[in-house]
Structure formats: C-alpha cells, structure tokens
C-alpha cells in the first residue's frame, strides 16, 4: 500500500517521498484517515513503528487548510514528556511540511534552556508548539501564550506523561484548554492510567494500532548472568568482542552514568553520558555525536528510552535493569526500529534475577539465561528474601500469617532496587 489513499495532498505525498517512505506502516496507514476526518483517536504506536508521522502529516494538513491570521493564533499543541523527543518531533514536523505553500511557524517549548528566545519567537504568535508540560506551563504564566483556541491536541507518550511529576502539571494544562477540539493520544502501553485519561478527554475516539503489540519481533533478546561486580568488565568485553558500530547502554542513575562512562574512557572505549543533570546543549552534543557515529557508546538513564531514533542502531545493553517492564519495552524498543534487526542484552546478576522475572512475567515471555565464558557468576540468587525486620511486618500487611507470593515478588524487587542504589541511586527520569 503506498501514502496515495490516505487522503494526503500532493505537497505531503511529495514530503513522503523525499524522506523515504516508501509505503505507510501499520500505524500510519490506520491513524491518517481518521485524523483526517475529525476524530479523537487512541493509537497504540509501539516504538520504531511511525506514530510522529502518523499524526504529524494529518496535523500539517488540517493547518495548511486554514485561513492565515495575524499575529499567528495557536492551533496545534503537541505535548511531550522529554527534551529529546520534543526536539524530534519537531524535526519531522520541519521535514514533512518543508514544501507546503505556507509552512506552519512551530516552536519549541522545553526546560533546561533559557526561557527569553522561546519568549521572543512567540511575540509573533505560533501555529504550532511541541512542548514538555513544565516550560509550556512557564511560558503561560509569562502570558507568552493562550491556549484557549487550539484545535487539535496531540500527547504524544502518554503513558511517560502520566509519570510521577507530570500528571499535574498535565491537569493544569488541560484545564486551560477549550472543550471543543479534536484530541489524539499516542502510547507505546496502556495502563489503567492512560485508559482512564483516554475516557475522560477523547470524544467517541476511534481506535488506531495494537495495544498488545509491545515489540517488533526483529528484536533479539538475550539476558547474560554475571556478577554485579563483573558487570563493567563484561560489558567492555562484548563491545571489544563485537564489531558494533554504535550501542545504546542503559543505567540507573545520573551517578551511575558519569561512573560507567569515566570507567570505558580509561579502557580506551569513547563513551558519552545522557542523563538530566546535564544541560541541554551537552545532551545535544551527546546525542548528536553519537547519531554521527564520532562515538561509539552512548550511556543513558531512562531520559532516552522516550524521543531517540536512532535508525539502525543494531544494540540496546541494559547494565542496570530498569524499574517497571514498560520502561523495558521502551528501553529495547530504541533498536529493531522500522522492522530491521536488533539486539537488546541485559546483564542479570544474582540480586537483581527475582526482578528479571518480574518483567519477564508481565510481558509474557521468559529470556532464557546465558552464561559468557570467564564472566560466570560466582553469587547464587537466595532461595527467599530476607524474613521481615519486626513481627508487625511479618505478614506482608495482609492475607495471613506468611507472606504471599506477590508480597515476596515485591520486597526482592525492592532489595533489587535497594542494590542498584548502591551504584548510585535508583533510576530518575528527566
């Protein structure tokens, strides 16, 4: 099937053409048309499938229809959980709509850069923002800009969105809002939060995409057992063993990510970190210097399992397991994008295999484990956790005098996390 059914116009069909596409993905060609007509739509967009275009080509179209307003009224508000995926978002918007007539003016609205240039290209009003819920809210309180006539709403991510530190900020937004708009709400997963959110501001939303569909299957997993004092040394040994052109490592923390790369660089590996702490023009150059291929190993907390698309990029290595199986799926997720073949590793130590499981059984797959010559572990996985410090405790809370299955799930998840803190703290996210 090629782009021509979607209802596109030919300044859009030719956009497609330039950047490659060759025929829509499944997304894509589901989502299009329903945007196109006015609906509210839920996508379930697993990472690498399309899901910026997918609502980025029946956005630029609905704006090129309109009639031009001076100054430049806001129509479309693109709301986003991360730096990096606000700044590609926009990217694709600047590439798809590059050769319409009148192309729409975008701004980017996000934090760790100075507030004033974002305040001064809104002087003239825009058409279009791609923001993270913070700045945005920074720059309604400047009175830089009025949401009460946009159009079309698009969260992107909406399940990150809804994370810890966002959902308020998300309300307050929303509340600023007019009722009558057309709104579009894209997630990789879909947790009791996010449905409930989809039921209370979509309209009839028609649905677009799987949400079972976690991964593409060109992903190949594998789960290498070693000890957590090993982890370093096994890692430099694949990256030494392989001939891996770029890898995307995984930490726990900002700490941890600082620590591992000064710990490559002294093995001669070129390493960079991407985590929160850094400002944002370093992440950029980060970024960008891996995208290049200038360095070889880019080494992330979970600020860039969201926004990074890195075409090709043959191997995802999780050095420290993250926090939730959903923040697995988006970790692996930045390889075997677009259907082509990837990678994904995680190296499991003793500590940390009851937590292993625990993602294993909420995605309904279980890695078989691996063992890497000269890396065996030497620390075995205690039998059970810990008994309870005190009688209070004993009974996990509930159900009886010992403690149920699920209730010893979660204290070895918790000493799991407890041991990662010890590398530097648990994981945070932007």
């Not at 839920?42 to 031009?68: N, Y």
């Not at 969105?161 to 937004?173: C, K, M, N, P, T």
Request: aromatic share 2%; hydrophobic share 45%; with cysteine.
């Amino acid at each position: 099937m090629s782009f021509s059914p979607l209802g596109l116009s030919p300044a859009l069909l030719t956009a497609v053409q330039r950047r490659g596409y060759l025929q829509p993905t499944a997304i894509q060609s589901q989502a299009v048309p329903l945007i196109l007509q006015g609906r509210d739509v839920v996508a379930a967009a697993p990472t690498g499938s399309g899901k910026t275009a997918a609502f980025a080509l029946p956005l630029l179209q609905r704006l090129a229809a309109r009639q031009p307003s001076r100054p430049r009224r806001l129509a479309a508000l693109v709301l986003v959980p991360t730096r990096e995926l606000a700044l590609q978002v926009d990217a694709t918007l600047a590439e798809l709509g590059d050769g319409l007539p009148a192309a729409p003016k975008r701004v980017v609205a996000i934090g760790g850069v100075s507030i004033n240039p974002q305040l001064m290209v809104l002087r003239g009003g825009a058409d279009i923002i791609v923001a993270t819920p913070g700045r945005l809210l920074d720059l309604v309180a400047h009175n830089a800009v009025s949401l009460g006539r946009v159009e079309m709403l698009v969260l992107d991510e909406a399940d990150r969105l809804l994370d810890l530190g966002f959902g308020e900020e998300l309300q307050r937004l929303l509340a600023l809002l007019p009722p009558q708009r057309q709104t579009l709400l894209f997630s990789a997963t879909f947790p009791a939060e996010v449905e409930q959110l989809a039921a209370s501001l979509l309209r009839d939303p028609a649905r677009a995409g799987d949400a079972g569909e976690q991964l593409v299957a060109a992903i190949r997993e594998r789960a290498l057992v070693t000890d957590t004092t090993q982890r370093t040394a096994l890692l430099r040994h694949l990256l030494q063993e392989n001939d891996w052109n770029q890898v995307l490592v995984f930490v726990a923390s900002r700490h941890g990510a600082d620590n591992l790369v000064q710990k490559l660089g002294k093995a001669g590996i070129d390493a960079r970190a991407l985590h929160g702490d850094l400002g944002q023009g370093r992440r950029n150059r980060s970024l960008q210097e891996f995208r290049d291929g200038t360095v070889r190993v880019l080494v992330a907390t979970d600020v860039a399992a969201r926004g990074i698309d890195i075409p090709q990029l043959p191997v995802v290595v999780n050095y420290d397991l993250p926090r939730s199986p959903a923040d697995y799926t988006h970790r692996i997720g930045r390889t075997g994008r677009a259907g082509q073949p990837g990678l994904a590793i995680s190296l499991v130590s003793a500590d940390c295999e009851t937590h292993m499981r625990l993602i294993e059984k909420r995605r309904g797959q279980r890695i078989p484990r691996e063992q890497a010559a000269g890396f065996e572990p030497q620390v075995t996985a205690p039998a059970k956790p810990a008994a309870p410090a005190t009688a209070a405790d004993s009974n996990g809370g509930i159900k009886g005098r010992r403690p149920s299955r699920k209730d010893r799930l979660r204290a070895a998840a918790a000493a799991a996390a407890a041991a990662a803190a010890g590398e530097g703290g648990p994981a945070k996210d932007d």
